[in-house]
């Protein structure tokens, strides 16, 4: 980093100055709505009939394991609204390391971080989550993380960008739609 750009980072950090987030490249909605609508009900398929706060606990994880700031963003106002604590949401980043879970959550959130990295899901993994969920639910539970991280390797690669909290503040075209249109991607 060359002493300009450390002076300008240092000139933000102190003003409280937020930096924008990188620009959108796409816009899948209008570019293949044909997908962005599969990718829906795919979303939506696989959250039927699972338990909402177990849902909201994939959504958030797989958000934070893929570095995908618009699902991080989307995902913790979802969480509230399902009624998670604020508790449980500040600590999903580490709920190995607290009592805060259920077995239920442990079981999804140890299938979602295992989905995220490459290869098999290990063995006591998938036994753990058989042994928290009918196999109705785990089929769920497997098909929502399956979901979760596809929407976000899409947003990382598109840059789908959290929306901006600043009054008129920049926001992308697809970041704020009216409920029930086909640019809310709810389930996902």
């Given amino acids: 980093m060359t002493r300009m750009q450390n002076t300008y980072y240092q000139d933000i950090a102190t003003s409280g100055t937020m930096l924008p987030a990188p620009g959108e490249r796409i816009h899948l ?4 709505p044909d997908v962005h609508q599969a990718m829906i009900a795919l ?15 994939i959504r958030m994880r797989s958000s934070q394991l893929n570095g995908c700031a618009s699902g991080v963003d989307r995902h913790v106002g979802a969480a509230r609204r399902v009624g998670l604590s604020e508790q449980k ?21 140890a299938l979602a971080e295992s989905v995220a990295r490459p290869g098999a899901v290990p063995d006591e993994v998938f036994d753990g989550a058989a042994r928290a969920f009918d196999e ?6 497997i ?10 390797r899409l947003d990382a690669v598109t840059h789908r960008s959290p929306r901006d909290p600043r ?20 389930n996902c």
């Fill in 29 to 32: 909605p209008r570019l293949a």
């Fill in 143 to 152: 098909a929502m993380t399956v979901a979760a991280h596809a929407w976000d």
């Fill in 89 to 109: 949401i500040i600590a999903v980043a580490a709920w190995r390391a607290t009592p805060f879970f259920t077995v239920r959550e442990r079981a999804a959130l």
């Fill in 167 to 186: 009054p008129h503040g920049r926001q992308h075209p697809h970041r704020d739609p009216a409920p029930g249109t086909p640019d809310e991607p709810a």
């Fill in 43 to 57: 979303a939506e398929a696989a959250s039927d009939g699972l338990d909402p706060a177990v849902a909201a606990l």
């Fill in 136 to 141: 109705d639910e785990l089929a769920r539970v």
